[in-house]
């Protein structure tokens, strides 16, 4: 951290989390209650940067401008609701939240005289509320790294007061940190379409998250053991100690021990032949990055060829979604379909740039699964397709930190975030999707969303577009992802409507014949397993989450490494072999 530079995230220096959660709870219940209430939501801001949240204030805070463009504007949808609590506010002094620094004079002397005489108060309110949102959301999408978007709203904050210290010193905050990150000399110009936009958050199961199931009690096993007895018969879900894996290289290969932590694996109940169906799994939480693919919509799979004896069906409401064949119309119809239906969302995050291509299908993913729980009527995290799955989650308290402005995210902070993806076109689908996306905040909140695409990362798979390689589908199958990794795995999948793995007729190390037999773990593979180690610990280590420390990988890289002490330091190794055909597979684990 740079100690040097300000520590925006907290007034005092630790600041007791206890009150501030407290707090956090009472500003959650009242904006239950009075759902377009601005204020509420940038008190609630500055509690979750206090909190260290940043990412969490920025979602509050642009909800809190959407709210202040809403009162200003007669034409919008909720302008009569949020103006009419919003006047309750210009009878009393103004709210503390807004009367932050030089801002009310800053603002009150750049007002035109008539004016602002004519002006009803509650839109003085709103000009100020706005300011305040832009200099929230500018500062806490810097701490989380998202630099084009903090620089974005802090011009447009500045257009609005020019001269607002508390503005211009966060741009110079940003300016700072870009120079750095672009490698950029104190004079050199900057261009805001250069700086990164991307960052990371917190990944945590919320202190305030009471929806997350104790993965490992008995409950929550016996419920995962009945559902699955109808896709893998012979499997059942078991606790598994898995190795802790670190971020990349280090000398614990050749250690007889490793650390382990407590996590979930399939195990076999009953023998299980070579080339036998392991499990055979459907799944609708699926995503198709496409704007005009020939892929079912639920399923994901490619649409058997249109003409008179194809099963492709089309829903009879909105012509344009189609199905493969009649049991997934179905299917869509009960559990997600008419949520969407003739809702204009279909080209919403189709067809990204390829840098995008990653973010567009964990949004639509996302995407899928507030269809499923909107027209289920239940929370987000209850649906059962990711209400069990894991989360890669760190403990809230390894999380906390006395965050510097100018710093960089902590290590600790992995999930990836944007504002785009993670805060706008959520919101946006939404409203598409006819939702109050006010009244809905207990459903509809950032850390929901957030945690929902903690699961999706590191469980989803997705599908290459055997025309141009780039990966299109994506998916979740909720029991065919609790399977571990191992290189020299017992079983092999593909994805194809169905998700299926099946026994190996024989295994990579010593073409050893397959089977499994009663009690052993299924290992499964997140990647190519014909590479050379150190080509396989690269590609699984995006959906792993790290180097991989399987049996075989340590075994290959101590081989490895005598043979370079023997030739006498010649390093970098690789077993003769190309890398080709990496690009080439169509089935693929997305990374975290
Ligand atoms: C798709 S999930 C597998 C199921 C997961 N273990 C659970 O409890 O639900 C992937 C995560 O499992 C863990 N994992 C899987 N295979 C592993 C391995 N060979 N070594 C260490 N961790 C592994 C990693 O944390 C990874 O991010």
């Known amino acids: 951290m740079d100690s040097s530079s300000p520590s925006v995230l907290t007034d005092e220096k630790y600041p007791p989390r206890g009150p501030l959660l407290e707090r956090r709870q009472q500003l959650s219940d009242a904006l239950a209650a009075s759902p377009y209430d601005l204020i509420l939501y940038l008190e609630r801001a500055v509690v979750y940067s206090n909190l260290a949240y940043p990412d969490l204030a920025a979602g509050d805070a642009y909800r809190a401008l959407l709210l202040a463009d809403e009162v200003r504007d007669e034409s919008f949808e909720y302008h009569e609701r949020a103006r009419e609590v919003l006047q309750r506010y210009s009878t009393t002094p103004c709210p503390e939240v807004l009367n932050h620094g030089s801002l009310i004079e800053d603002l009150d002397r750049l007002a035109d005289d008539e004016r602002a005489e004519a002006a009803a108060p509650c839109i003085r309110l709103a000009n100020l509320a706005s300011v305040r949102c832009f200099q929230i959301l500018s500062l806490s999408l810097l701490l989380c790294g998202c630099l084009r978007s903090a620089l974005s709203f802090c011009e447009r904050g500045l257009s609005q007061v020019p001269h607002n210290k508390e503005l211009l010193e966060i741009r110079g905050y940003i300016e700072q940190v870009a120079r750095r990150r672009l490698r950029r000399g104190p004079d050199e110009p900057i261009d805001i379409s250069s700086l990164p936009d991307r960052g990371v958050v917190r990944r945590e199961v919320y202190p305030w998250n009471t929806y997350e199931p104790d993965r490992f009690s008995e409950q929550s096993l016996s419920y995962l053991n009945q559902q699955l007895s109808e896709v893998a018969p012979k499997c059942e879900v078991r606790v598994s100690n898995l190795p802790v894996l670190l971020d990349g290289e280090s000398n614990t290969d050749g250690y007889e021990i490793v650390p382990t932590c407590k996590q979930l694996g399939l195990f076999a109940k009953e023998d299980i032949a070579p080339g036998e169906t392991v499990l055979r799994e459907y799944s609708l939480l699926t995503a198709n990055n496409r704007h005009k693919e020939s892929t079912c919509d639920a399923c994901g799979t490619e649409l058997p060829p249109l003409g008179s ?284």
């Not at 409401?317 to 119809?333: L, R």
């Not at 409203?431 to 957030?450: G, P, S």
């Not at 609790?482 to 190390?509: F, I, K, S, Y």
């Open 309 to 592: 004896n194809s099963t492709a069906v089309s829903c009879p409401d909105c012509y344009d979604t189609i199905f493969c064949d009649e049991f997934c119309f179905k299917k869509a119809q009960e559990l997600y379909h008419p949520a969407v239906c003739d809702k204009d969302v279909d080209s919403i995050a189709k067809d990204p740039d390829a840098n995008d291509i990653d973010q567009s299908l964990y949004l639509l993913l996302l995407a899928r699964l507030l269809a499923m729980s909107i027209h289920q009527e239940i929370h987000p995290l209850e649906v059962p397709e990711i209400k069990y799955i894991w989360g890669d989650f760190v403990s809230p308290a390894l999380n906390d930190v006395d965050g510097s402005v100018t710093a960089e995210p902590p290590p600790e902070w992995t999930l990836p975030f944007s504002f785009k993806y993670n805060i706008e076109i959520p919101l946006h689908i939404l409203e598409k999707m006819d939702v109050d996306i006010y009244a809905t905040l207990e459903e509809h909140d950032l850390w929901v969303f957030n945690t929902a695409y903690s699961k999706f990362r590191g469980t989803a798979s997705a599908r290459k577009n055997p025309r141009d390689g780039r990966p299109d589908v994506a998916a979740v199958h909720p029991f065919w992802c609790l399977a571990n990794h191992d290189c020299d795995p017992n079983v092999t999948w593909e994805w194809g409507g169905r998700m299926v793995l099946w026994e190996r007729q024989t295994r990579v190390v010593g073409n050893r014949p397959g089977g499994i037999k009663a009690g052993e773990e299924i290992l499964n593979h997140y990647c190519d397993v014909d590479l050379p180690v150190q080509q396989r610990r690269e590609w699984a280590q995006g959906s792993l989450g790290g180097w991989c420390m399987c049996q075989r990988c340590r075994d290959e890289k101590a081989k490895l490494t005598d043979h370079t002490d023997v030739a006498d330091g010649v390093s970098g190794v690789n077993e003769g072999r190309e890398v080709d055909g990496v690009d080439g597979e169509g089935d693929m684990q997305l990374d975290q």
